[in-house]
């Protein structure tokens, strides 16, 4: 039984951007679509004219046009995209040089304050001139170790504005899971905070700054903000010493494919896979889902929860092109209290709340209660990272406001936007998905490349789109790039996720079908924790696997080692030097000792056959382990 929760009012439906996109098209592509599907099956049928449609309703700036908009060829890897066509990122985020409020900051220790437009574009002026200053230039990388601040965006926006490349991870991540990142690419010039406030404690970052700096030699700058106020960084440059100028930047103008970004996904093996992103893929991907998708408008508020890590930072600030104000918070969520994001939401009077399942369910289980609050402007609450349960859309319904859509969106990191996502067309349908987004041609695979409705199947996408990586960094022949999407079906994108599609056009979205870890809709690898357990010298062999708990994914990990029993300071240990070598999100939720893992015959672990194990699902390929046996072991394994 399928139960509506929320249907745009006619005004609603009237007058959301993507009405106005189907009048647009009918009436400047000699159209008669009456509905999405209609729209929808247009835009992975004429792909060229769809998405140079998007470049022009979104009003995207070019300073030479594409001679082409889409060229096909033998493989999705070399489809090009906008031929010829010039223009710059930041310009496009900085358009609006206006009074209007461009990002709002807050922080747990009740820190606050604003920008506006054309302050943002004087302050990006100021250190892309600086940038350049250090002799960088177009192709360079630049990367941020900060947290959630305006310091972030604005250095971002200088990378850009120059032509280099912008690269960040989140100031929690261990130093070796930095330098597992940043050593990759070599950035030259190295954006930093001396710390930022956590739950109340001011967490200081010099010493893992300076341990960085030291292992980066092809650093040449280190430029700080200064948050908590220390000042015993080596060889560093404050923020306030940037110069002024007083004179606006002349944006440096790139190709399409030019590289933009350069994001992070871990894998099984080896280090975290360095996934290049271009300028022009990002822009018209984003600007398609914030307008169209999210109905975002100049005068809105958007805010997500996110770090300078995750791929939902990059999207947020991407909001910057429609002129809306963007929103960012530093610090933990519950932090002075449980309902302190609640309360910023309604007291800034915000339009798009974006966070994640977990955080959702978290209000449900510890009964808080957002019906205290008015939320007068919230019209529409995103949720990614894990799917939604249907008791988190009863509790929003019941307990948060009832005229409000609720959008579970799915994408990732690979490819910097979403496959699935809202719709303000579309009813919303208890535990579902509103739509797949314009432009990508998703299906449901069953193991031998049929299509599937209603039926669940491997997350695939048939047609190249923009948003897809340029190239992995040292990645010779893209023998990394065609082996993470293109190994499991001929030319067809392959994303490792479950996914169900209706008749209706909605969509269900089950989680991994690979072993790629998500905890808090972070994907990660279990190489980076592997690396770690390999060091410790009680550990003979282990296994690591995520398992759904509680509408997100904990990781479990199970070890082999000499002792009997498996002591609490062992434990203690093996926490602690994953949290300090990678991340807390690498931590595991529970620790096992366990007397065999399985093996495939030539010797490859076999992470999948635990995971299904646990989760009490067949494991069909047992034939090709070396030790089928040794699943028994899992099958008593209690996770609760």
């Known amino acids: 039984m399928h139960t509506t929760l929320w249907e745009p009012s006619s005004d609603q439906y009237k007058n959301c951007n993507l009405s106005k996109y189907i009048s647009f098209i009918n009436e400047n592509y000699n159209k008669n679509f009456k509905n999405y599907d209609d729209l929808y099956n247009w835009s992975i049928d004429d792909i060229s004219n769809f998405w140079d449609s998007i470049s022009v309703f979104s009003k995207i700036k070019f300073s030479s046009l594409p001679d082409t908009i889409y060229e096909k060829n033998d493989s999705f890897i070399k489809t090009k995209w906008f031929e010829g066509a010039k223009l710059n990122f930041s310009e496009n985020l900085l358009k609006y040089n206006d009074d209007s409020i461009a990002i709002e900051y807050f922080c747990e220790n009740k820190i606050k304050g604003k920008i506006t437009y054309k302050q943002l574009y004087n302050r990006v002026s100021d250190c892309a001139y600086y940038l350049e200053s250090l002799g960088i230039k177009k192709g360079d990388r630049v990367a941020g170790f900060m947290p959630n601040i305006f310091e972030a965006i604005i250095a971002m926006l200088a990378t850009s504005s120059i032509g280099a490349v912008w690269s960040s991870c989140s100031p929690d991540f261990g130093i070796n899971g930095v330098l597992d990142r940043f050593a990759q690419i070599n950035p030259k010039v190295l954006f930093v905070s001396d710390g930022y406030f956590y739950k109340g404690k001011k967490i200081n970052l010099s010493s893992k700054i300076n341990q960085i700096k030291k292992s980066l030699p092809s650093v040449k700058q280190v430029v700080c903000a200064e948050i908590i106020g220390v000042s015993n960084i080596d060889d560093c440059i404050f923020w306030n010493e940037i110069p002024v100028k007083n004179k606006k930047y002349k944006f440096k103008q790139v190709p399409f494919s030019h590289p933009l970004y350069v994001m992070y996904s871990s894998g099984t093996t080896g280090k975290p896979k360095s996934i290049v992103h271009s300028v022009g893929g990002t822009l018209i991907q984003h600007m398609k889902e914030l307008i169209l998708h999210t109905d975002l408008k100049k005068d809105d508020k958007i805010f997500y929860f996110t770090t300078c890590g995750w791929m939902m930072w990059n999207w947020l600030v991407s909001s910057l092109s429609i002129g809306a104000t963007i929103v960012l918070y530093d610090g933990n969520p519950f932090y002075p209290n449980e309902d302190s994001l609640l ?276 494991v069909t390929n047992l034939d090709a382990l070396s030790n089928p046996e040794s699943l028994n072991f899992y099958k008593k394994i209690n996770i609760n």
């Open 343 to 618: 309360n910023i939401a309604d007291s800034i009077g915000l339009s798009i709340f974006g966070t994640s399942a977990k955080y959702i369910s978290y209000l449900e289980q510890n009964n808080i209660n957002p019906s205290k609050y008015q939320f007068n402007k919230l019209r529409s609450i995103l949720s990614t990272g894990s799917p939604l349960n249907d008791e988190s859309y009863d509790f929003v319904y019941n307990n948060w406001k009832k005229d409000i859509q609720l959008c579970s969106i799915s994408g990732g990191t690979d490819i910097i936007s979403c496959f699935a996502l809202g719709n303000p067309l579309k009813p919303i349908i208890k535990g579902k998905l509103q739509s797949i987004g314009l432009g990508m041609n998703v299906k449901s695979f069953d193991s031998d490349g049929n299509s599937l409705i209603e039926k669940k199947g491997e997350l695939v996408c048939v047609n190249p789109f923009p948003s897809m990586p340029i190239y992995f960094y040292n990645d010779k022949d893209n023998e990394k790039y065609k082996k993470a999407y293109f190994n499991r079906y001929s030319n067809v994108w392959h994303h490792g996720d479950y996914i169900s599609i209706y008749k209706d056009g909605t969509v269900k979205i089950f989680g991994r079908s690979d072993t790629t870890l998500n905890p808090g809709g972070v994907r990660i690898g279990t190489a980076e924790i592997y690396r770690v357990l390999d060091k410790i010298k009680f550990i003979h062999d282990s296994v690591v696997v995520g398992f759904d708990k509680s509408d997100d994914e904990v990781i479990i990990l199970f070890i082999k080692i000499d002792e009997s029993k498996l002591s609490e300071e062992m434990i203690y240990q093996i926490k602690k030097l994953i949290r300090i070598n990678c991340s807390p999100r690498h931590v595991p939720y529970k620790i096992f000792k366990i007397d065999d893992i399985p093996y495939t015959i030539n010797g490859k672990k076999v992470e999948l056959a635990v995971k299904n194990t646990l989760e009490g699902k067949n």
